[in-house]
């Protein structure tokens, strides 16, 4: 009889250990769990605290709403191509460009005159010609020539009008 309960006390032993042994590099089956455990949920940080690198990308975005200007519709952009698609002409002449403060050609206005003379309201140059004007002194045989004696003048002799 004693042999009877010790064939049956084994197999029951040897179960009870392989519920209880040591989990396997800190892996745990989900019935080795402690049943506390289970039924414990994770907590998760708000979702504005985002630390390091997301939360500094999430920063940038917010400050370039800002800074950006806003999308257009697709109808305000149809609208500003269909003004830049505006008819257009292009005419050929010769306008002077007038002299800006610091010495270089403002052929804006030049640009404008060609285009007025062919009675259109405004105009973009699009052909600049140079010329140099001097003096008929430098011409002479002899003469040398002083830095004063030419100067470089600048013509619009194509423009695009509106």
């Known amino acids: 009889m004693a042999a009877l309960v010790l064939s049956m006390a084994l197999p029951a032993t040897d179960s009870a250990r392989a519920q209880t042994a040591p989990p396997v590099l800190g892996v745990q089956s989900p019935a080795q769990q402690p049943a506390e455990s289970q039924t414990q949920q994770i907590e998760l940080p708000p979702a504005r605290e985002h630390p390091g690198l997301i939360n500094e990308i999430e920063k940038l975005f917010e400050k370039s709403k800002s800074v950006l200007p806003p999308l257009k519709s697709p109808g305000d952009t149809f609208n500003d191509l269909s003004n830049l698609a505006r008819p257009s002409t292009m005419v050929t002449g010769r306008a002077a460009c007038a002299v800006a403060a610091n010495g270089a050609p ?42 004063n004696d030419c100067k470089t003048e600048n013509f619009v002799t194509r423009a695009v009008c509106q």
């Open 106 to 147: 403002d052929c804006k206005i030049g640009a404008d005159r060609l285009c007025q003379s062919n009675g259109y309201k405004e105009g973009k140059g699009i052909d600049i010609a140079a010329t140099e004007k001097c003096s008929p002194l430098v011409y002479l045989p002899g003469h040398k020539r002083g830095p």
